[in-house]
């Protein structure tokens, strides 16, 4: 077998695994949806949370959570595929990095839009909306958008930045930034908190595996081991 052939076999192995891998976390977001839907002790938690973050309103957090649950948004999405693209242009991203951050964002969207359609679990009550909200509960898209971009984000500066400063800031903002739009979702009355929940651990588990298989291929000289790291720790 010649080098071009086992490269190709090998990366042949890897997208098959990538797809059995989002397979199986997708079955288990469905999965796990359904429990969750019939379960009456997680809408109990659900409910005492809900009512406990709701309670605590106050005009200023609203308008706050209205501007921060946009960090979740297509607005948002936009921005840093944009920004990717421009980089990967000035080569300062390799086009490998571009096609895993497609690949990624389309198993993030597929998952999600895939669990929300089976599970169709009905979001909280309409009285408690701050602001409109289309579509079924589980899981939060804007959660998993969040963790999507945020670590994309996080994971291109420390491609870019061999400081250890900015890199650990990048993280940090990042985890900020899932946890307060995460925290968002339920302080505007749209979803519960087993929602966001499900978000996180579903996108940062999808990443890990992404990550583990092919970051090592996609990102660029010494700089490659820590990336791997910084996905994991998102």
């Given at each position: 077998?010649?080098?071009?052939?086992?490269?190709?076999?090998?990366?042949?192995?890897?997208?098959?695994?990538?797809?059995?891998?989002?397979?199986?976390?997708?079955?288990?977001?469905?999965?796990?949806?359904?429990?969750?839907?019939?379960?009456?002790?997680?809408?109990?938690?659900?409910?005492?949370?809900?009512?406990?973050?709701?309670?605590?309103?106050?005009?200023?957090?609203?308008?706050?959570?209205?501007?921060?649950?946009?960090?979740?948004?297509?607005?948002?999405?936009?921005?840093?595929?944009?920004?990717?693209?421009?980089?990967?242009?000035?080569?300062?991203?390799?086009?490998?990095?571009?096609?895993?951050?497609?690949?990624?964002?389309?198993?993030?969207?597929?998952?999600?839009?895939?669990?929300?359609?089976?599970?169709?679990?009905?979001?909280?009550?309409?009285?408690?909306?701050?602001?409109?909200?289309?579509?079924?509960?589980?899981?939060?898209?804007?959660?998993?958008?969040?963790?999507?971009?945020?670590?994309?984000?996080?994971?291109?500066?420390?491609?870019?930045?061999?400081?250890?400063?900015?890199?650990l800031l990048a993280a940090l903002v990042g985890v900020v930034a899932i946890v307060t739009v995460a925290f968002s979702r339920?302080?505007?009355?749209?979803?519960?908190?087993?929602?966001?929940?499900?978000?996180?651990?579903?996108?940062?588990?999808?990443?890990?595996?992404?990550?583990?298989?092919?970051?090592?291929?996609v990102l660029p000289g010494p700089a490659a081991r820590p990336i791997g790291r910084g996905m994991s720790g998102e």
């Amino acid at each position: 077998m010649t080098g071009a052939t086992r490269g190709l076999h090998d990366r042949s192995l890897r997208a098959a695994l990538l797809v059995v891998g989002w397979m199986a976390l997708a079955g288990i977001l469905v999965g796990v949806g359904e429990l969750v839907k019939h379960s009456g002790t997680v809408q109990d938690f659900d409910n005492h949370v809900t009512s406990v973050v709701v309670g605590h309103r106050t005009a200023s957090l609203d308008s706050a959570m209205k501007a921060v649950t946009w960090l979740g948004s297509w607005v948002t999405l936009v921005v840093v595929a944009v920004v990717t693209l421009v980089l990967v242009l000035r080569r300062r991203l390799s086009v490998a990095f571009l096609i895993l951050a497609v690949v990624v964002w389309a198993g993030t969207q597929g998952g999600s839009t895939l669990a929300k359609h089976i599970v169709q679990r009905p979001r909280p009550p309409e009285r408690l909306w701050v602001v409109s909200a289309h579509g079924w509960s589980w899981p939060s898209g804007h959660t998993a958008t969040a963790t999507l971009v945020f670590t994309i984000v996080a994971t291109i500066v420390w491609v870019l930045t061999p400081a250890r400063g900015p890199r650990l800031l990048a993280a940090l903002v990042g985890v900020v930034a899932i946890v307060t739009v995460a925290f968002s979702r339920l302080e505007l009355g749209v979803h519960w908190a087993s929602d966001v929940l499900a978000s996180i651990v579903f996108v940062g588990v999808w990443l890990l595996v992404a990550g583990a298989l092919f970051g090592p291929a996609v990102l660029p000289g010494p700089a490659a081991r820590p990336i791997g790291r910084g996905m994991s720790g998102e």
